[in-house]
């Protein structure tokens, strides 16, 4: 019996570290693609679907994570974040992603957009891989963590409690903020799609560098939100569910636009 109760805790910890690992979720990631679906031109809808085939963009979205359990596409792993230093001014940020040669969301998300502007050189499952880590990149860099500080790992170091379960101000962020909505993707998708024609073209005609220091300057504000073992609740969904919200939502609408130069 004890063999038995030790295989458990031990398969209970290898399941938790390895959803700790995703970026939103499965349902913050739905959700940002089910925001693009609905903002996307009809030609680039024609064209995505040609390449997906009957996968919507939300389905298409969770893929990179699932991935992750092949060894053989371990070197994406890096693909999905940025790490910055604390208290870096936007032309600080600007300069180390503009002279980062390794692989990270910024320039691997750069390369792929520019590879599916000459899609037609590409083979079909080229297609599909890149178009569903385009999809997946863009939401992780509208969660704030993915901009994290390297030395706690986007906060995966910074512990804390969630209604008095263990966890880490990542995966807080990553999915727990998120589930304790109690809301189904679609349902999310429909109570948090409202912007002004105004707030879709700041959002959009803003530059990935822009989006990226906004999202880094919402997890500096995190960090200094918290203490280590701090016990969360109630309050930190109250003070951070605009927030939350709002990165979601830009993260769709900023995937359209990709989408729509793309495809459109």
Do not use: C
Not at 97 to 113: E, G, P, V
Not at 241 to 254: A, E, F
Request: hydrophobic letters at 40%; glycine letters at 4%; a neutral charge.
């Amino acid at each position: 019996m004890k063999k038995v109760a030790i295989l458990y805790v031990i398969v209970i910890l290898f399941l938790f570290s390895y959803h700790s690992a995703f970026a939103w979720g499965l349902t913050g990631h739905r959700v940002v693609g089910a925001l693009a679906d609905q903002h996307l031109s009809k030609r680039a809808r024609k064209n995505i679907q040609e390449i997906l085939g009957n996968e919507s963009l939300a389905m298409a979205a969770n893929w990179p994570d699932f991935i992750k359990s092949d060894p053989a596409f371990n070197y994406l792993g890096s693909w999905h974040y940025v790490n910055f230093k604390s208290g870096l001014t936007y032309e600080q940020l600007s300069q180390q992603l503009h002279s980062d040669t390794t692989a990270n969301a910024y320039n691997k998300l750069l390369m792929l957009i520019q590879q599916l502007k000459n899609r037609h050189s590409l083979d079909k499952a080229t297609q599909v891989m890149y178009l569903r880590l385009i999809i997946h990149i863009v939401g992780d860099i509208h969660q704030p963590m993915h901009t994290g500080r390297f030395e706690d790992l986007g906060g995966n170091k910074i512990k804390l409690y969630w209604f008095n379960i263990p966890t880490n101000l990542h995966r807080i962020w990553d999915e727990q903020l998120i589930d304790f909505q109690q809301l189904s993707f679609t349902e999310y998708t429909q109570a948090i799609n409202f912007s002004t024609k105004e707030q879709r073209a700041m959002w959009q005609n803003s530059s990935l560098e822009n989006w990226l220091y906004e999202s880094y300057q919402i997890s500096e504000s995190l960090y200094k939100d918290v203490q280590p073992e701090e016990k969360l609740s109630y309050r930190y969904n109250f003070d951070h569910i605009n927030t939350l919200n709002q990165q979601l939502l830009k993260g769709g609408i900023r995937l359209a636009k990709i989408l729509n130069d793309l495809f459109g």
